[in-house]
């Protein structure tokens, strides 16, 4: 270590070797006010040296790290999920000029604190976006620590996310009602498919005989374009799905107009905005077969409230109200899930026919549902306690 000198500024600086980088002798200095926290901050970089550290790169701005990571993650995801990262950018950029050894936990936590008016989802990601990226630091050995590892997340309760199963009359709905889109409701209902899955799924990928489904590719979208990919939404969603025999019997009587299973009305494969009108003319199909109008009143010419009365075909030329709960793709998927769990059938094994990547996402529903049909497993209990053997294995003995 160089000798010690006081500055102009009265400061003590002292200087510590870090070694030969391009050919140049590379130097860490410190100031302090007085010989002993001078002392300290020397052995706090040669503390940083003996751990590996690269203190040449501690310079580095967050921007430069950030950059990186982006870059290594428009390799791995969709455009639709790169545009979401970079819009995030407005809520981070106050730590682009910053050096990276330089951001404390504190100023990760006070972004959290300073956009409580975001869904508890967005918050989430913007801290977990921000985890990977000083994680990129720590692997390359800038930094030894993480400083998003304390974040917290505020505690508030966060209104639950609108999710439900649908109902024995919807489900009749669906599988009674003729329309373009049927085949689409009752692949997403008996088979659990994504959206993205369905609408490239051809004929080949269906075995009626064996009732499989091999989900191999799925679309994503970039503006209003899809495009189709190799491979599922995650490694675990490219699956073989087995499906039941009403789905089997339905799909044999199926019109094969297209390699598509479920293609535009020019047989070709559907794209976004052809999926959103394909969709709902369905919902307004099954608003118009099954909707209650009873209790619907429509002002007259001369604004007095009457009984609307429901036209004989769903083109008439007058606005239909819309008396049904409309659902969409997502609530048949869910719907598929939950009759995985009231027929008895595993979480793992539900988990591989959703596609799940992560089998706590399986696990979160059918929690949700233990949580809604308690009385469902109390009964099993009371069942056993009245004498009633529940398995081969258990003897009642009284």
């Known amino acids: 270590m160089a000798k010690n000198k006081r500055r102009s500024d009265g400061r003590l600086q002292a200087s510590v070797y870090l070694g030969v980088v391009d050919g140049r002798k590379k130097y860490k200095y410190v100031y302090a006010t007085t010989e002993r926290e001078l002392k300290k901050k020397v052995e706090e970089v040669k503390a940083q040296l003996g751990k590996g550290l690269d203190l040449t790169a501690q310079r580095d701005t967050f921007r430069y790290w950030w950059d990186n990571w982006l870059k290594i993650k428009q390799a791995e995801i969709s455009d639709k999920k790169f545009r979401a990262y970079k819009a995030k950018e407005k809520y981070i950029d106050h730590l682009f000029a910053l050096p990276i050894n330089k ?13 409580t008016q975001l869904a508890d989802d967005t918050l989430r990601q913007i801290r977990n976006i921000l985890r990977q ?19 917290r997340m505020p505690k508030r309760r966060a209104p639950e996310e609108k999710r439900r199963a649908l109902t024995a009359d919807e489900i009749s709905w669906i599988e009674n009602t003729p329309h373009r889109a049927q085949t ?32 191999t590719k799925s679309v994503e979208a970039s ?12 490694a675990a969603g490219e699956r073989t799905v087995f499906i039941p025999d009403k789905l089997v019997n339905y799909l044999e009587v199926v019109k094969r107009t297209s390699l598509y299973v479920c293609p535009s009305a020019s047989g070709t494969m559907l794209t976004d905005s052809a999926w959103k009108r394909l969709w709902d003319s369905y919902i307004a199909e099954l608003n118009f077969r099954y909707g209650d ?31 049904i709960e409309p659902f969409t793709a997502h609530y048949l998927r869910h719907t598929y899930i939950t009759m995985l769990y009231f027929a008895g059938v595993d979480v793992l094994t539900a988990k591989e026919q959703a596609g799940h990547a992560d089998i706590q996402t399986t696990m979160q529903i059918y929690t949700h549902l233990d949580k809604l049909h308690k009385q469902r497993q109390i009964s099993k209990l009371n069942d056993y306690l009245s004498g009633v053997c529940l398995s081969d294995a258990c003897q009642h003995t009284g």
């Open 293 to 323: 109008f009873s209790n619907v009143v429509v002002p007259d010419k001369q604004g007095r409230l009457s009984q609307y009365k429901k036209p004989r075909s769903r083109f008439a030329p007058v606005k239909i109200p819309m008396v």
């Open 103 to 115: 951001i404390h936990t504190m100023d990760v936590q006070s972004i959290i604190y300073d956009n």
């Open 223 to 234: 503006g209003s374009e899809l495009t189709v990919k190799k491979g599922a939404k995650s």
């Open 184 to 215: 689409a409701a009752m692949i997403m209902l008996y088979a659990g498919l994504r959206r993205g899955e369905l609408i490239p799924l051809l004929w080949s990928d269906i075995d009626l005989a064996a009732g499989t489904i091999s989900v």
């Open 133 to 151: 990226t000083f994680q990129l630091a720590v692997v390359n050995r800038v930094i030894d620590f993480n400083p998003v590892d304390g974040v």
